[in-house]
């Protein structure tokens, strides 16, 4: 059968597309010298599927993106010539195909199709479609049910060369490739419990649904409750509840005991379902606890803190549904019931249980060879009224509640880049592909009542990642952090707080080191024992914090390393884990204070990062 686009091509530009594939033919030379022109089933030489991806990057070497798109012009005029056979066709659109993944074509995955059409039999074809599912594809994650239908038709595919005795040399490089991209495409999922999608995959998993389990535990002594965290502005928060506890002035002493880091216990449990068909279905299990982490009296906080700890039940959803030509779609969600302990003030024994809602959507496309993708986030506390202690339940001192929402807008620029040739010791402009520099903005609005108070927390951010093409990363992050509060009348109104407002600057900058790279080895890293080592990256995080209204003492700089290490358990049916600690030296300029923050975490599978 004709494609459309198979017709449209052929309707002109004959001597042209002569022209540019005459170019490549010493490709289909060599490889029809190499070949066999006896096949069984496909008409025409065999081809080493691997001649499309070098073909590709002849093409695309030291190429702006418009230069990339004159030649993909020219490929497509037409892209069979006269008789060629099918197997000399099925390269020719993969070729096709590599070029429209890199300039951003939506019409890729047509390419990739018709290259399978005209070569069935050929694994290599599929696993170039499945990487363009699980690659370029996808918003904040791979199209995950695509890319693993191609996946494992390749593994079939190559399962029935073996089977007839007609598998080549470099099949042992596709079915390795293969596989490592199943790894990386469950990566977060954890342990496997069934063994259709454990490693060494099989092609009989494509359909069958896969169990996983994942943990992660954090153990840290860190004024951040969590990364990305900002501890300058609870503390202004604290300072500011203190200042209205209390008539006297604030003292040093006191500043000095609101600056904490304790010592944090967190683990995270999930068992996941994942069938092609539904997407991945989540229940989760979290424990934490903070040792002396809470101002039990705000109006005397150098007073003996308090622990706090919280459990939470869940379930959640989530997948990627390919809506091209408009977006892809990324779909998560979820439900959890939460009690937590050490949080109310003046009753340190005091339970809350509540139900917390969560969504998060997100969109990605391509604009050119770049890639926009939006996001929006909401959470939704549903905090009861206090019961005990509070001498009237019904009393609006007894309210409780919390949300918070996020928009965030991120734009990749994957073009190849003009960047000083540093590794030759030149500053003169070279173009150099990259593996992406990224520009993002956001909000975040935060909005808490407890009781008589409202605390209104917004943080505006905008920032620069350069993904480099060499051994570092770079990223630079500015973030305005806006506090506001508010009193709550009897009736229900409510008047502007000073003593809880204030505002403060973050600056953040992060160098990354990558000593293994992730995308040195296409296919499963060699192995030590059970392990298959993936990634191994250094990370020297630098931040400085500068209030610019509402209470200043909270100045501080920090920085430090860290280490993310990943591997692959292969002798663990595949499960990856990822291991991190890192070391952070913070400084409180007006109190002062010296803080050394510490965190180490174990993931067996994991959650977004």
């Not at 890639?371 to 019904?394: C, F, N, S």
Request: charged share 20%.
């Amino acid at each position: 059968m004709t494609t459309t686009r198979t017709r449209n091509a052929s309707r002109g530009g004959h001597g042209r597309g002569f022209a540019r594939w005459a170019l490549i033919a010493p490709w289909l030379v060599a490889a029809s010298l190499l070949g066999n022109w006896a096949r069984a089933s496909v008409d025409g030489p065999v081809i080493n599927p691997f001649a499309c991806q070098g073909q590709g990057e002849a093409l695309m070497a030291e190429r702006s993106i418009a230069q990339m798109r004159v030649e993909l012009d020219k490929l497509r005029s037409p892209v069979q010539q006269g008789s060629d056979p099918a197997s000399i066709v099925a390269l020719k659109w993969c070729v096709v195909a590599e070029l429209e993944q890199r300039v951003g074509d939506p019409r890729a995955a047509d390419s990739y199709a018709e290259a399978v059409r005209n070569n069935p039999e050929e694994p290599g074809y599929e696993l170039f479609w499945g990487k363009y599912y699980a690659g370029a594809r996808g918003a904040r994650g791979p199209v995950v049910e695509l890319a693993e239908e191609h996946f494992y038709r390749a593994l079939a595919k190559l399962e029935a060369l073996q089977a007839a005795q007609a598998s080549r040399p470099e099949h042992a490089v596709v079915k390795d490739q293969v596989k490592k991209q199943l790894l990386l495409l469950y990566q977060q999922d954890g342990l496997p419990l069934l063994p259709f999608k454990a490693y060494p995959q099989t092609a009989n998993g494509s359909s069958l649904p896969g169990v996983a389990s994942a943990v992660q535990s954090t153990v840290s002594s860190d004024t951040r409750a969590s990364a990305g965290d900002n501890e300058t502005r609870a503390f202004a928060t604290e300072a500011g509840l203190r200042n209205f506890r209390n008539p006297e002035p604030i003292s040093n002493r006191e500043l000095f005991d609101i600056v904490r880091n304790p010592l944090r216990w967190r683990i995270d449990a999930r068992l996941r379902l994942r069938q092609r068909h539904v997407g991945a279905l989540d229940l989760s299990f979290s424990s934490s606890r903070a040792d002396q982490a809470q101002i039990a009296d705000f109006g005397q906080p150098s007073q003996a803190k308090v622990d706090v700890a919280a459990r939470e039940l869940g379930v959640g959803y989530e997948r990627v549904l390919p809506l091209y030509p408009l977006f892809d779609l990324r779909l998560s969600a979820g439900v959890s019931r939460v009690h937590r302990v050490g949080v109310v003030e003046f009753a340190p024994d005091y339970a809350q249980d509540f139900t917390v809602y969560r969504l998060s959507p997100s969109a990605s496309r391509f604009i050119g060879s770049d890639k926009l993708t939006l996001g929006y986030t909401l959470v939704i506390m549903d905090i009861p009224r206090l019961g005990a202690p509070a001498a009237d339940p019904e009393s609006y001192l007894s309210i409780r509640g919390r949300s918070i929402w996020a928009a965030n807008v991120e734009y990749a620029f994957y073009s190849p880049l003009l960047l000083p040739a540093l590794h030759l010791a030149s500053l003169r402009p070279y173009r150099t592909p990259t593996r992406g520099l990224y520009l993002y903005a956001g909000y975040v609005n935060d909005n808490e009542v407890f009781g008589d108070r409202r605390s209104i927390n917004e943080t505006i951010y905008a920032g620069a990642r350069l993904e480099g093409p060499g051994a570092y990363d770079l990223g630079f992050t500015q973030a305005l952090y806006r506090t506001s509060g508010r009193v709550v009348q009897t009736d229900g109104s409510e008047r502007k707080d000073d003593t809880l407002g204030g505002d403060s600057l973050r600056s953040s900058f992060v160098l990354t080191r990558r000593l293994v790279n992730i995308d040195a080895t296409p296919g499963v890293p060699e192995s030590y024992g059970p392990f298959a080592p993936d990634m191994l990256n250094l990370v020297f995080p630098v931040s400085y914090d500068l209030p610019i209204a509402g209470v200043l003492n909270f100045e501080n700089i920090r920085g430090g390393a860290q280490l993310w290490w990943k591997v692959f358990g292969t002798g663990l049916l595949g499960t990856t884990f990822l291991l991190s600690a890192g070391y952070e030296y913070q400084y409180f300029f007006h109190i002062p204070k010296h803080m050394h923050n510490l965190a180490i975490t174990a993931r067996v599978g994991w959650a977004d990062l």
